[in-house]
């Protein structure tokens, strides 16, 4: 608690935590990076998008997000604009309204990539069905 004094007052706030600084991401998120092209039908590779995806790990997971399942869909443009859907493993989680920037970015240094969406969803929520094998495999995760 701090105290503040004014006019032989005293006030007792409380101190701002990390949670007052974080987006509210409870009805979806949507993070943006990039820049249009000037060049049209520009199509960058799907296969590219995909590496770049699999550069970012989730900070609690050893695995990348790719692999993890988050990614729900990629759509990408004639005119090298690319609009990405993905989850989190939850909803709490403390990188949700960091994520989803993280991704436009890297994916926005994409060679022939312009503009880049991401929306952050919770429906259909992530369950542990969606990762990759290698995921399962790294995480010894059994059904």
Same mark, same amino acid.
């Given at each position: 608690?701090?105290?503040?004094? *004014?006019?032989?007052?005293?006030?007792?706030?409380?101190? $701002?935590?990390? !949670?007052?600084f974080m987006p509210d991401v409870s009805n979806g998120f949507t993070a943006t990076a990039g820049f249009e092209l000037s060049k049209k039908d520009v199509q960058p590779e799907e296969s590219k998008i995909i590496d770049a995806l699999m550069e970012v790990k989730d $900070?609690?997971? $050893?695995?990348?997000?790719?692999?993890? =399942?988050?990614?729900?869909?990629?759509?990408i443009h004639s005119e090298g604009n690319v609009d990405i859907t993905m989850s989190l493993t939850a909803p709490g989680c403390p990188v949700? =309204?960091?994520? #989803? !920037?993280?991704? %436009?970015? !890297?994916? %926005?240094?994409?060679?022939?990539?312009?503009?880049? !969406?991401?929306?952050?969803? +919770?429906? #259909? $929520? +992530?369950? #542990?069905? *969606?990762?990759?094998?290698? %995921?399962?495999?790294a995480l010894d995760y059994s059904f």
């Open positions: 608690m701090i105290e503040l004094s *004014r006019d032989n007052e005293f006030t007792k706030i409380n101190e $701002p935590t990390l !949670k007052d $900070p609690e997971i $050893p695995v990348n997000i790719y692999d993890l =399942g988050l990614i729900y869909s990629i759509e949700a =309204g960091e994520m #989803p !920037k993280q991704v %436009a970015q !890297k994916v %926005a240094s994409v060679e022939d990539v312009g503009f880049v !969406k991401v929306m952050l969803v +919770w429906d #259909p $929520p +992530w369950s #542990p069905e *969606r990762m990759s094998e290698d %995921a399962k495999l």
